[in-house]
């Protein structure tokens, strides 16, 4: 049949199984809006106060349901405000397709009005992108990129549309998805290799990654741990991939990891590192991290092997293939020891925030209390700085997808777009997304959507007027000079979240925590929580710049 670009865009998202996209319309996207229009009944499209909100919501709606994300922007500057949230997906390895308009065909490469090289721009942070000149190919170019995003390391890909493509006619004919390429598989002496590894272990120790989320390995995980009898740690990304309630987890391993993780990198006689990168925020110092066991490491893309620290052995393919491979070789072992160790440890260094009153608000008890209030059911979103790293502290995340954070590229004012995203994919489920005072400003427009759409994302601000991760630098490493991290706002949170027609409640004190959060939960709308604490709660352990993962500073 004949269908317009704009139609066949729209028929090709339905074949992709994509039920919402998140955009901001503009000139260049007209003949595409048209078509949400028409498509409106099949497709439901939320506008984002701006672009950068509607990426961080397609990135929110992928990290929580592994479905693709999908944001929608015009030329220009609608485009070019895309490129922080495709950049934060692109870093850690969310499947996103980002499509943008541009200026008629005739127009390109003359400095047109609103015309910009977005397909240039985004080259480096794209795991593909596209130009779409000629209308045949605009239905295989949407396949392709949703396939590109979906499979093997996943990753944002962005299709730029001409406006005279999408008011184009060409027949349309339908076709299910492009079927997944098979991956990479390890050779069979690969595992022989890793099984004798294995065997000859007696202090073995798994260090998980995004990647065990993103290959959806949990269970396969959770298994090898136990035939492997080994404590398992996690990585920002990995955040519910293993049952945090389970005696086997020990924590963050890494900058703001617990001492258990550090003591256990220290003792053991084998890591194993399941779909990880080995981030420089858990190395902290490449040349002092596991220096003295050997390292197997599982990892779908081969550029990330020996890129930050050389490992032993390297095991190429899907993390949920591999592992399930080695569980059905491995023969139960028993390290009892070293498991009673690891317990002596978890025992000796809790993670503790201790209050200098009676009434002072401490972060580990609201987060302990929000945990205990959701059953650890709730998707908890983080903004970017010390409240990110108390969040994967300090709530128990025992499912995946639970825990939603930019952890590559570090985006301030990623939280609350996409906790807008999360909660449109997960109507029956609570979404709170955690920020800090600072990161709130950057976004906090986006407070505008979700009362429009009544989107019943609650908004807990960790309100401590200073930019906080930054301030305990300036302390520790800069002799207390605190150049422009102390904020001094006079910015009143109750009345600017009335001012878009959205609920506000205070914690000022540590008695109103439970009552608020009861307050919160309750209700089934956005909701802002103005949460005072004091400027001096830091994010311990830490470990220092140039420092190693084995030493951290537990107090300060």
């Known amino acids: 049949m004949q269908l317009t670009g704009a139609q066949i865009l729209m028929e090709c998202l339905l074949e992709q199984g994509v039920d919402t996209v998140f955009g901001y319309p503009g000139g260049a996207v007209l003949n595409i809006y048209d078509a949400i229009y028409e498509y409106r009944n099949k497709i439901n499209h939320i506008r984002t106060a701006h672009e950068q909100g509607a990426a961080h919501a397609a990135d929110g709606y992928a990290r929580s349901t592994g479905k693709t994300g999908v944001c929608i922007a015009t030329s220009g500057p609608g485009a070019t405000n895309l490129v922080t949230g495709i950049a934060t997906a692109y870093m850690d390895s969310v499947p996103m397709v980002a499509i943008t308009g541009n200026v008629s065909r005739d127009l390109l490469g003359l400095d047109s009005f609103q015309e910009v090289d977005i397909t240039g721009i985004t080259m480096p942070i794209t795991k593909h992108n596209y130009l779409v000149k000629n209308i045949e190919d605009l239905a295989d170019t949407i396949r392709k990129a949703f396939l590109i995003a979906g499979t093997g390391r996943k990753g944002p890909v962005l299709v730029d549309i001409p406006k005279d493509v999408t008011a184009q006619k060409y027949e349309y004919t339908p076709k299910t998805p492009f079927p997944a390429p098979r991956g990479d598989f390890p050779y069979a002496e690969r595992f022989e290799q890793a099984l004798e590894m294995l065997r000859k272990s007696e202090k073995p120790f798994i260090y998980s990654g995004g990647g065990v989320i993103a290959a959806e390995a949990y269970g396969e995980l959770k298994k090898f741990a136990e035939l492997l009898d080994a404590p398992v740690s996690s990585s920002l990304m990995c955040q519910g991939g293993y049952d945090q309630t389970d005696p086997r987890y020990i924590g963050m391993l890494g900058m703001h990891g617990t001492n258990t993780a550090a003591l256990a990198i220290k003792n053991c006689d084998l890591l194993i590192a399941v779909g990880t990168r080995f981030s420089d925020r858990v190395l902290c110092n490449a040349n002092l991290f596991a220096q003295h066991c050997p390292i197997i490491q599982i990892e779908i893309d081969t550029a990330e092997f020996n890129k930050n620290i050389d490992v032993d052995l390297k095991m190429k393919g899907d993390a949920k293939e591999i592992l399930a491979h080695l569980n059905g070789m491995l023969p139960q072992r028993q390290h009892k020891l070293w498991m009673e160790e690891i317990a002596e440890w978890k025992a000796l260094y809790p993670l503790v925030q201790e209050a200098t009153s009676e009434e002072e608000v401490m972060p580990q008890e609201v987060l302990e209390t929000l945990d205990r209030l959701t059953n650890s059911e709730a998707i908890l979103v983080t903004e970017v700085g010390q409240h990110q ?117 205070t914690i000022s004190r540590r008695s109103e925590i439970e009552p608020v959060l009861k307050q919160a939960l309750a209700l089934h709308e956005p909701v802002v929580i103005n949460c005072h604490i004091n400027p001096d709660v830091n994010v311990l352990p830490m470990v220092p710049a140039g420092g190693s993962v084995e030493n951290p500073i537990l107090e300060m």
């Not at 505008?448 to 019943?456: D, G, H, K, L, V």
């Not at 009345?495 to 959205?502: D, H, Y």
């Open 389 to 505: 790293m108390w969040t994967a502290q300090f709530y128990r995340f025992r499912t995946p997808r639970h825990f939603v954070s930019s952890g590559g590229l570090g985006t301030m004012g990623f939280g609350l777009g996409a906790a807008i995203g999360a909660q449109v994919a997960n109507p029956d489920k609570r979404v709170v997304n955690i920020a800090g005072d600072g990161s709130f400003h950057m976004n906090c427009n986006e407070l505008s959507t979700a009362a429009q759409y009544n989107i019943p994302v609650i908004e807990l601000i960790f309100n401590n007027q200073v930019l906080g991760m930054v301030r305990q630098w300036q302390k520790l490493f800069y002799g207390g000079r605190f150049s422009q991290t102390t904020l001094d706002r006079t910015t009143n949170y109750e009345m600017l979240a009335q001012a878009f027609g959205i609920k506000a409640f």
